[in-house]
């Protein structure tokens, strides 16, 4: 097993930070710690699922995308988003208020992820029929496929080696463009994301060299720009062209059961990175019986709960359900009628094998991982099992692991330290300064004016 290096999205504010600790306790993969009173991300165990976006009480973190002013570099500037984004929106502001108001931001073709979904439809279930490794597990949400190569290495091999449906819009699209007449070098593809984990998929692809899409910008950002146009003007948009191959199917695809709802065979549907967990747990451990394909999900209710969306999940889900019924199933879609087209796209559908992340592993050599897990579970008799987070790691655990890693020490513990202080192995006067150094300087003077105290935002 290699260890892989990731771009990550997910980023951190030190000036807005206060060390709280939400972020820790509430990251499913251990990856952050307190250092100097500042949250620190460890890229190594990142997945970029955003869970510490939504803990934190100070919006210290924060999404790193393009700038939108990229699109201006290329003449087809083709903005390509998932209907969740359509689903946001309140009622009053209707589908071509929003293409309307795309093209007034600057973008000559706009396109919804979904228009392809029926090749997608065709060739997912083509794998999971063909698969040896059963359950086939949704490759969909790239923060899931990160977290499974990172915690669950074994179960690697099960992850469907299909891109996402973006990747096979983006081929479908810059295809359609060269046929008529466009450059290559003159097309830009800008994907839309409802989550960090996306845009962290197209800078450092996983299953792939390189992505097709030319930059990813938030979707909050892009949100408020076209409510902002929608507001300003009534003027409607001739888009029928760019939802034609568009369908119900497509619409509810980035939902719960989007993708399961179309897989003969038992199937499962798991959203949110705590479920998502327990049940891999399981799936690891032989728990579970015969499951055919598990659509995993990090964000609860699937993509409409993205960190991104600026609307509640909830109503944007129940908005997208209404919306696919106002439209077929399935569409007549012409490109698929050439099956030179059709063969072309399939192959760029499939990915490359997708290897294990060994981070979590405590050695390559097996003898030596296996001493680095005994003088842990030594340290672990040092320490007093609280989980307090206090010495800035999420559990006493994950301490003892950062320490024989050399990543800490005992004296991190406010526990153990108490102790040495009563045994005289430390004077009061250092094991402040400990603390300190873990909390930074001055964290531990009254201040009436932090968070929940007497003169907050005052």
């Known amino acids: 097993m290699s260890r892989l290096e990731f771009h990550h999205a997910i980023k951190v504010n030190e000036s807005i930070c206060v060390g709280c600790t939400h972020c820790i306790n509430a990251c499913p993969t251990e990856a952050i710690r307190v250092k100097h009173g500042k949250a620190d991300i460890d890229g190594s165990l990142c997945v970029d699922c955003g869970e510490c976006m939504r803990a934190c009480p100070v919006e210290a973190f924060y999404v790193e995308d393009d700038d939108l002013n990229l699109i201006e570099k290329y003449k087809y500037k083709v903005a390509l988003f998932p209907a969740v984004m359509v689903g946001q929106f309140p009622p009053n502001i209707s589908e071509d208020n929003i293409y309307k108001a795309l093209e007034k931001i600057g973008f000559t073709d706009i396109y919804e992820v979904e228009n392809a979904i029926q090749l997608f439809k065709e060739t997912l279930q083509e794998y999971v029929e063909m698969s040896q490794d059963k359950p086939c597990i949704s490759s969909y949400c790239p923060a899931i496929v990160r977290l499974i190569q990172i915690k669950f290495p074994d179960l690697v091999e099960n992850i469907v080696l299909l891109k996402s449906p973006h990747d096979l819009a983006a081929h479908f699209l ?129 993509c409409a709960g993205g960190i991104l969306l600026t609307g ?71 320490l007093p099992g609280i989980d307090c987070g206090a010495c800035g790691a999420p559990t006493c655990q994950a301490l003892a692991k950062d320490m024989v890693m050399t990543k800490a020490k005992m004296s991190d513990c406010i526990f153990v330290q108490q102790a040495w202080e009563k045994q005289g192995r430390i004077t009061p006067e250092n094991a402040f300064k400990n603390l300190e150094k873990k909390w930074g300087k001055n964290r531990f003077d009254v201040d009436c004016f932090k968070k929940g105290a007497k003169y907050e935002g005052g």
């Not at 509640?312 to 129940?318: E, H, R, S, V, Y």
């Not at 199933?329 to 559908?349: H, T, V």
């Not at 060994?358 to 296996?370: C, G, H, R, Y």
């Open 174 to 302: 810059k295809k359609k463009l060269l046929r008529e007449g466009a450059k290559e070098e003159e097309i830009g593809i800008f994907y839309v994301t409802p989550c960090a984990a996306k845009i962290a998929s197209v800078k450092s692809p996983i299953g792939e060299t390189q992505s097709v899409i030319d930059g990813v910008i938030n979707m909050e950002r892009v949100y408020n720009l076209v409510m902002k146009e929608a507001a300003d003007n009534n003027e409607l948009s001739p888009s029928f062209d760019f939802r034609k191959n568009l369908a119900g199917d497509g619409i509810r695809w980035s939902l719960v059961e989007g993708e399961a709802f179309h897989i003969d065979g038992r199937t499962f549907s798991i959203d949110g990175m705590n479920h998502v967990i327990r049940f891999l747990e399981r799936l690891e451990n032989d728990y579970l019986p015969s499951v055919d394909f598990l659509e995993l999900r990090a964000c609860d209710q699937s």
């Open 312 to 382: 509640n999940p909830f109503l944007t889900a129940d908005r997208l359900k209404r919306r696919a019924a106002r439209y077929p199933n399935e569409q007549n879609f012409a490109f698929l009628n050439n099956a030179d087209d059709k063969e072309e796209l399939k192959k760029n559908l499939h990915s490359d094998e997708i290897p294990p992340c060994s981070t979590l592993s405590w050695d390559e050599d097996f003898m030596k991982a296996l001493e680095k897990m005994n003088k842990a579970r030594r340290i672990m008799c040092h």
